[in-house]
């Protein structure tokens, strides 16, 4: 019999992710609540409490604004449901740690939906990165902009006490977890965070200059929202070679086509001539269904997601931290 969800928050990713379980019928979505949602159907409930005592329902989806996502999911937990929450995991990673709590004590299972890391692209970089076939990483730089509009002041997202942070928790956040996907932590970290267009309370520029001093591996972000073109660029520099992947697929296909280009064999500098280079193209975003999949293979196992853990929510919440102590 396939586990039941309950879902909370029906707005853009409350329904992608509807879709996505009832695309791979893995589990069933038989409750849903949103008090705000205009799509409503016979599965809503007129309540929370409705929805997370359900002793039916075994897991439950967070699809909230950023500010609930830390008591939602403790209340989940508390009631012994499997969880899956959006990201951020929190506004802050004193948040992670109280809810690693929840989570130690009820022992379920608990994932976080950084879905970039699930694209079929990163895992490409990832194998190439830890099979060393480039040597070490020396450097990587993140671009990841996108553009906003006037209705963007009426969205919580624009509003701190919702949303915790601007352009940095909203979509930066995902580059950095690239990053430390690819790299490890980063111990030394500097940054300006700045509102240069928009004026409201949350940043819409990030620079950010980040080191792990113990890999010797540099990093830096710009993470916008004055992108009038929509970005995404991730450039991966080793010694031997190099990965740069331009464009990502998403459901706006506003950033381009997804491509990776792949150099290796370089020859001796100061020459530095690059001999061939592999492009690759990535046609599909299959990114949420391979989370729901692994997800449902943790539930099954009764362990730790390999991607998507608390830990790992914990150590990037801790960078997010560091960056927003510029502000």
């Given at each position: ?233 991730l450039e991966v520099f080793l010694e031997k070679g190099y990965v740069v992947l331009n464009g990502l697929n998403t459901a706006s296909k506003s950033y381009g086509e997804e491509v990776l280009n792949i150099a290796k064999n370089r020859s001796l500098p100061p020459a530095a001539v690059w001999e061939e280079e592999e492009n690759i ?47």
């Amino acid at each position: 019999m396939k586990k039941q969800v309950g879902i909370i928050g029906f707005g853009k990713m409350g329904q992608l992710r509807f879709n996505i379980i009832k695309k791979l019928d893995i589990f069933k979505v038989v409750s849903i609540y949103d008090p705000c949602s205009t799509k409503k159907n016979k599965l809503f409930v007129n309540s929370l409490d409705d929805l997370i005592d359900n002793k039916d329902i075994e897991i439950i989806f967070i699809c909230t604004p950023n500010y609930l996502n830390k008591q939602l999911t403790i209340k989940s937990l508390k009631k012994k449901k499997h969880v899956f929450c959006e990201k951020p995991p929190g506004l802050n990673a004193n948040d992670i740690k109280q809810v690693i709590i929840a989570e130690k004590k009820y022992k379920k299972i608990l994932m976080y939906g950084f879905n970039h890391r699930h694209h079929d692209s990163i895992q490409k970089i990832k194998k190439i990165v830890d099979k060393k076939e480039f040597g070490r990483i020396l450097w990587m730089r993140g671009r990841y902009g996108k553009s906003v509009e006037t209705n963007f002041y009426k969205n919580w997202r624009s509003k701190k006490e919702y949303s915790g942070g601007g352009i940095l928790i909203d979509q930066g956040i995902h580059m950095l977890d690239i990053f430390l996907y690819l790299a490890g932590n980063f111990d030394k970290i500097q940054a300006t965070v700045s509102n240069l267009y928009w004026d409201l309370d949350i940043e819409d520029n990030v620079f950010a200059l980040l080191q792990n001093s113990k890999n010797k591996i540099d990093a830096s972000l710009h993470s916008t929202m004055t992108q009038w073109r929509n970005l995404f660029s991730l450039e991966v520099f080793l010694e031997k070679g190099y990965v740069v992947l331009n464009g990502l697929n998403t459901a706006s296909k506003s950033y381009g086509e997804e491509v990776l280009n792949i150099a290796k064999n370089r020859s001796l500098p100061p020459a530095a001539v690059w001999e061939e280079e592999e492009n690759i193209y990535f046609k599909i975003d299959n990114s949420f269904e391979k989370e729901i999949i692994e997800f449902n293979k943790s539930i099954i196992k009764n362990k730790k997601p390999m991607i998507g853990n608390s830990l790992e929510a914990l150590q990037l919440m801790k960078v997010v931290d560091k960056i927003y102590n510029f502000s």
